[in-house]
Nanobody, 124 residues
Framework: QVQLVESGGGLVQPGASLRLSCAAS????????MGWFRQAPGKEREFAAT????????YYSDSLKGRFTISRDNAKDTVYLQMNSLKPEDTAVYYC?????????????????WGQGTQVTVSS
């Protein structure tokens, strides 16, 4: 059974940093393209970043490039999203996703598996 479990969300003040983690189990992690999406209340799920299964460069949403960094540790079956200089508009549920292709892509239907999400709230 495939499972993706996110962690690391929480309530932070503007300007703070958070690192989200997504632990995968039940599949060959090193052969999955991984991605992070987010969904704010009343809005569609939005692409944040994706990283290929090995080699290659990560790819980011233009609006998040420079503040967010995606990385993966294939030895730990885990993908990370480092978020810096957080803003109130970053408030959303953040989802980890896995694709059975080298690159996951930028739209949700390109992914095969999803985590349950972790809430990130940026507020003073």
């Amino acid at each position: 059974q495939v499972q993706l479990v996110e962690s690391g969300g929480g309530l932070v003040q503007p300007g703070a940093s958070l690192r989200l983690s997504c632990a995968a189990s039940g599949l060959s992690f090193s052969r999955l393209g991984m991605g992070w999406f987010r969904q704010a209340p009343g809005k569609e799920r939005e692409f944040a970043a994706t990283i290929p299964w090995t080699g290659g460069d990560p790819y980011y949403s233009d609006s998040l490039k420079g503040r967010f960094t995606i990385s993966r540790d294939n030895a730990k079956d885990t993908v990370y999203l480092q978020m810096n200089s957080l803003k109130p508009e970053d408030t959303a549920v953040y989802y980890c996703a896995a694709a059975k292709t080298r690159y996951g892509g930028t739209i949700p239907r390109q992914y095969d598996y999803w985590g349950q999400g972790t809430q990130v709230t940026v507020s003073s």
